[in-house]
């Protein structure tokens, strides 16, 4: 599976589009693009996941670079309930999906 | 649907007792994961199953380690004896290779371990 980087925090207004990183430089041909987040205490939740082309979802929206070397998953309206950490994970469909150390989302008032 | 059911959702044990896991995926779903969380080490995965057969357990630290899916709503994660070093939240998910391209993964809910 291809590694990812994602920096370890940032934080974003209540209200405002929350736009996280990921670098994925190594991803192949055949290699999706997931995004998971796991809010404190619980199982991690799928948010989205793309190929090549963005993708948009009732939660979340993905847009993938056109080398596909990187992608920006953006929250168009934080809530504090987005407060959590953010997995970038890039892998085939039929792969193990390994985690990061992902990207703690703080939502401020 | 119920979702992915893990229990006990807290366990406390003494060093060198055996401890059980329990997990019973989502129905359809025919791929099952186990995973392990700590501070330090973050997400591992430890071993997974398609068809209630085991794919690949690269990740079970060692012998103490084993898991079973004895069919397709059922799996055990055992820890014979266990460490204090065990300690950890583990989740157990699920998924169909259909579902792994449309909507991912589903994990339960955890369940806390603590060994004293």
């Known amino acids: 599976d291809a590694k990812t980087t994602q920096p370890t925090s940032m934080d974003c207004a209540e209200g405002r589009a929350a736009n996280l990183p990921c670098n994925h430089s190594?991803?192949?041909?055949?290699?999706?693009v997931y995004w998971y987040r796991q809010i404190h205490s619980q199982g991690p939740q799928y948010i989205i996941h793309?190929?090549?082309n963005n993708e948009t979802n009732e939660m979340a929206s993905l847009i993938i670079t056109e080398d596909r070397k990187s992608s920006t998953l953006i929250l168009p309206h934080a809530t504090l309930r987005d407060t959590a950490v953010y997995y970038c994970?890039?892998?085939?469909?039929?792969?193990?999906?390994?985690f990061g150390s992902g990207t703690r989302l703080s939502i401020r008032p | 649907d119920a979702g992915v059911i893990q229990s006990p959702r807290h366990e406390v044990t003494e060093m060198g007792q055996e401890v059980t896991l329990r997990c019973k995926p989502i129905?359809?779903?025919?791929?099952l994961f186990w995973y392990r969380q700590t501070m330090m080490r973050g997400l591992e995965l430890l071993i997974y199953?398609?068809?209630?057969?085991?794919?690949?357990d690269s990740g079970m630290p060692e012998d103490r380690f084993s898991a079973k899916m004895p069919n397709a709503s059922f799996s055990t994660l055992k820890i014979q004896p266990s460490e204090p070093r065990d300690s950890a939240v583990y989740f157990c998910?699920?998924?169909?290779?259909?579902?792994?391209?449309?909507?991912?993964?589903?994990f339960g809910s955890g369940t806390r371990l603590t060994v004293v």
């Open positions: 998910a699920s998924s169909s290779r259909q579902g792994i391209s449309s909507y991912g993964y589903t």
């Open positions: 190594t991803i192949s041909g055949n290699e999706y």
């Open positions: 793309g190929l090549k």
């Open positions: 994970i890039s892998g085939s469909s039929a792969s193990k999906i390994i």
């Open positions: 129905s359809g779903h025919d791929y």
């Open positions: 199953f398609n068809n209630n057969v085991p794919i690949d």
